[in-house]
Structure formats: structure tokens, C-alpha cells
């Protein structure tokens, strides 16, 4: 069985081809042109959609070697995301399915994020049911319980920001570049974490908040540099190591909170920031701390992609769940609906 999958909600333009839930190609455009807003641009993101979208199909099924005659279904992302970016991926992919005439499958891109785990790959272990996902991204934050593939229900989330726009908006803050996150990162592997401290947000049971700690940031920052204009670049890689342990901090205190509160020790990670070094090494050390079993995705199968689109493709077409032509984009699709 060929799934080929589409991505298109935010900035990112992937096609991937998977067959029998292994991986032939994954192929993704990023688009640079947001950069110079420090931002993703709706408007500018749709049209690189269309752009990309023709080049990047046909780059995936070059590189997996197949023709679009041996598809047995087109799958794609219905939603959360941009409605213009969800647009040009859901047109594509309703006409390219009714062209070949076979089956055509909505993906939710939230449950990807989390299925990207049943993707077929050696040294990579699946998680069995019921298991804890913690979806850390730029739009979202939450803890889920999945019983099953799609059965799924979220026990915590933010409350505001999410967890990816906290270093997005850190990153802006100091200066970098956008998305701030993988540099913030890099840096953080150089400095000392407990250069400073951030205040962590009170937020009851199993709610997250991240917009107090951006404002924090800031303030920081300001009174710092007021007294030391140099400040941010003499201490760089501190600030960032230190903002790194905070989130980090915030997050596994929430997961030890959701294995007690649920009783489930299975934890997998899935989202843009779970390409995170130190939240995979947190996750890691919680094996031996906490008892916990722990599931991190494959690198590529974080940040938004096709692969992990095809790969609920894949499971819904095992159970002959498909979509009808008539199905519209939903940019606030829900997680369990
Ligand atoms: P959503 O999935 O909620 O719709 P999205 O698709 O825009 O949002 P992803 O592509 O899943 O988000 O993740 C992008 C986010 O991940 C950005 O905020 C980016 O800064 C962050 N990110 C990527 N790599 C890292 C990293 N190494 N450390 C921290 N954050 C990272
Ligand atoms: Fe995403």
C-alpha cells in the first residue's frame, strides 16, 4: 500500500510517500520568506504553498521511485492550522485523489504530530496503549491520553502561548532569528542554566501558561541592558541555557504530575520543540528518575512534515476510513472530534 502524504498548515510545504508505514520519501520546503518578518505571514505562506506544492509531489514520488499510478490514496492535512495554507493542500490533494480515482484521507495534524510514532523504523520502539503524548509545538501545548489511534483525549494544555512561540518570542526578544528555537537550543548546550532564574508560572492541575515567562524574559532583558548595554551579547548562551531549564523545568513537572494523576508511565513526545536536546535529555533521565518508558520521535518526524501526514493515511486507510470530496479545511480541528 502507497499513501502519499500532504502537508500545507503553516509554513512548511511537505509531500511524503510511505509504503506499508515505511518511509520511501519525505520531502519538505520550508519557506524562508517569513524570516525577514520574524513571523509566519499567512498571506505569504498560501501563495509559497502554491509555489511548492506541484515541485515538492512530484520530488516525492521521484524519490521513492513510484508513479502516481501506483497510489492507493491520497491523505492530508484538514487541520489545526492557517485556513489559506490548509486551502491549497486540501485542493491539491481532493484533485489529485479524484484524477486517480482512489480514496482520498483527512489528516489532523495534531494526532500526527503523535502518531509520527507508528511510523516503521529500525531502533525505534512504538508506544503500546494507552500511552501519554505531550504535543509541544508553535501552536500547541498539551498532554494527551491516547487509548487508541483515534481515540484521544486531552488532559492538560496552555492555557495561552504555546511552548514553541515561548522561545520563538524569547529568540525576538534577544534578537535571533526566527524560528528562535533551534538556536536557542544550540546556545543553551553552551551555557550554564543556572545563570538566572525565571519565575515558573502557577497554573493549576494539568494547564500550562507561557505568556508570564515571555514577559518576564522581557523584563529582564530590559532592566539588564539598561544597566549593560552589551548585556545580551556578553551573556548569551547563559540566557538562552537558563530559559531552556525553565521551560524544561515547567514541562516534565507537568508530565510527573499526569503519570500520578493517570497512571500511565509511557510517555512519547511529538511537535516542532520536541527536537528539543535538552527536553529528550530530561525525557531520557525520567527512565531512570521517575520509572517512566520513553518514546522520542525520529528528528525529521518532529518539525512539520509529510511522513508523519501519510503515516495516519496509512492507519485510516487500514480501516477503510476515508473522506468524502466535499470536505473542507478546519483551521481550529480539534485533537479529538
Ligand atoms: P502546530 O503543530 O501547533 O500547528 P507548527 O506546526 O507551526 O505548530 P511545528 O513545526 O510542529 O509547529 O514546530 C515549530 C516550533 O518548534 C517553532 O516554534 C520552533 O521554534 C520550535 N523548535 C524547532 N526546533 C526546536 C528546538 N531544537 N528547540 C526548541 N524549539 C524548537
Ligand atoms: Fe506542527
Given at each position: 500500500?502507497?499513501?502519499?502524504?500532504?502537508?500545507?498548515?503553516?509554513?512548511?510545504?511537505?509531500?511524503?510517500v510511505?509504503?506499508?508505514?515505511?518511509?520511501?520519501?519525505?520531502?519538505?520546503?520550508?519557506?524562508?520568506?517569513?524570516?525577514?518578518?520574524?513571523?509566519?505571514?499567512?498571506?505569504?505562506?498560501?501563495?509559497?504553498?502554491?509555489?511548492?506544492?506541484?515541485?515538492?509531489?512530484?520530488?516525492?514520488?521521484?524519490?521513492?521511485?513510484?508513479?502516481?499510478?501506483?497510489?492507493?490514496?491520497?491523505?492530508?492535512?484538514?487541520?489545526?492550522?492557517?485556513?489559506?495554507?490548509?486551502?491549497?493542500?486540501t485542493?491539491?490533494?481532493?484533485?489529485?485523489?479524484?484524477?486517480?480515482?482512489i480514496?482520498?484521507?483527512?489528516?489532523?495534524?495534531?494526532?500526527?504530530?503523535?502518531?509520527?510514532?507508528?511510523?516503521?523504523?529500525?531502533?525505534?520502539?512504538?508506544?503500546?496503549?494507552?500511552?501519554?503524548?505531550?504535543?509541544?509545538?508553535?501552536?500547541?501545548?498539551?498532554?494527551?491520553?491516547?487509548?487508541?489511534?483515534f481515540s484521544?483525549?486531552?488532559?492538560?494544555?496552555?492555557?495561552?502561548?504555546?511552548?514553541?512561540?515561548a522561545?520563538?518570542?524569547?529568540?525576538?526578544?534577544?534578537?535571533?532569528?526566527?524560528p528562535?528555537?533551534?538556536?536557542?537550543?544550540?546556545?543553551?548546550?553552551?551555557?550554564?542554566?543556572?545563570?538566572?532564574?525565571?519565575?515558573?508560572?502557577?497554573?493549576?492541575?494539568?494547564?500550562f501558561?507561557?505568556?508570564?515567562?515571555?514577559?518576564?524574559?522581557?523584563?529582564?532583558?530590559?532592566?539588564?541592558?539598561?544597566?549593560?548595554?552589551?548585556?545580551?551579547?556578553?551573556?548569551?548562551?547563559?540566557?538562552?541555557?537558563?530559559?531552556?531549564?525553565?521551560?524544561?523545568?515547567?514541562?516534565?513537572?507537568?508530565?510527573?504530575?499526569?503519570?500520578?494523576?493517570?497512571?500511565?508511565k509511557?510517555?512519547?513526545?511529538?511537535?516542532?520543540?520536541?527536537?528539543?536536546?535538552g527536553?529528550?535529555?530530561?525525557?531520557?533521565?525520567?527512565?531512570?528518575?521517575?520509572?517512566?518508558?520513553?518514546?522520542?520521535?525520529?528528528?525529521?518526524?518532529?518539525?512539520?512534515?509529510?511522513?508523519?501526514?501519510?503515516?495516519?493515511?496509512?492507519?485510516?486507510?487500514?480501516?477503510?476510513?476515508?473522506?468524502?470530496?466535499?470536505?473542507?479545511?478546519?483551521?481550529?480541528?480539534?485533537?479529538?472530534?
Amino acid at each position: 500500500i502507497f499513501i502519499l502524504g500532504i502537508e500545507s498548515s503553516c509554513d512548511d510545504t511537505s509531500a511524503a510517500v510511505i509504503h506499508n508505514g515505511k518511509v520511501l520519501s519525505n520531502v519538505v520546503a520550508s519557506q524562508k520568506i517569513h524570516e525577514a518578518y520574524g513571523g509566519v505571514v499567512p498571506e505569504l505562506a498560501s501563495r509559497a504553498h502554491q509555489q511548492n506544492i506541484v515541485p515538492v509531489v512530484h520530488q516525492a514520488l521521484k524519490k521513492a521511485n513510484i508513479t502516481k499510478a501506483q497510489l492507493s490514496a491520497i491523505a492530508f492535512t484538514r487541520g489545526p492550522g492557517l485556513m489559506g495554507s490548509l486551502l491549497v493542500g486540501t485542493s491539491f490533494a481532493k484533485s489529485l485523489a479524484y484524477g486517480l480515482n482512489i480514496p482520498l484521507i483527512d489528516v489532523n495534524h495534531m494526532q500526527a504530530h503523535i502518531l509520527a510514532h507508528f511510523i516503521e523504523e529500525t531502533n525505534f520502539k512504538k508506544p503500546p496503549f494507552p500511552f501519554l503524548a505531550m504535543t509541544i509545538s508553535g501552536g500547541h501545548t498539551q498532554i494527551v491520553n491516547v487509548e487508541d489511534y483515534f481515540s484521544m483525549t486531552v488532559i492538560g494544555e496552555t492555557i495561552d502561548d504555546a511552548v514553541g512561540e515561548a522561545y520563538d518570542k524569547s529568540g525576538k526578544i534577544l534578537g535571533l532569528g526566527y524560528p528562535a528555537g533551534p538556536e536557542i537550543d544550540k546556545r543553551a548546550q553552551l551555557g550554564n542554566p543556572k545563570a538566572f532564574t525565571f519565575t515558573k508560572p502557577k497554573v493549576d492541575g494539568l494547564n500550562f501558561s507561557f505568556s508570564g515567562l515571555k514577559t518576564a524574559i522581557l523584563y529582564f532583558i530590559q532592566k539588564e541592558t539598561k544597566a549593560n548595554p552589551n548585556f545580551i551579547n556578553e551573556n548569551i548562551n547563559d540566557i538562552c541555557a537558563s530559559i531552556q531549564y525553565t521551560i524544561i523545568g515547567i514541562l516534565i513537572d507537568k508530565l510527573k504530575k499526569a503519570t500520578k494523576a493517570t497512571g500511565i508511565k509511557h510517555i512519547a513526545i511529538g511537535g516542532g520543540v520536541s527536537a528539543n536536546s535538552g527536553i529528550r535529555k530530561a525525557l531520557q533521565d525520567g527512565e531512570q528518575k521517575f520509572g517512566w518508558t520513553t518514546y522520542i520521535p525520529k528528528f525529521e518526524y518532529t518539525t512539520d512534515n509529510a511522513a508523519m501526514i501519510a503515516i495516519v493515511g496509512y492507519l485510516k486507510f487500514l480501516e477503510a476510513n476515508f473522506a468524502e470530496q466535499d470536505i473542507m479545511a478546519s483551521a481550529r480541528l480539534k485533537i479529538s472530534f
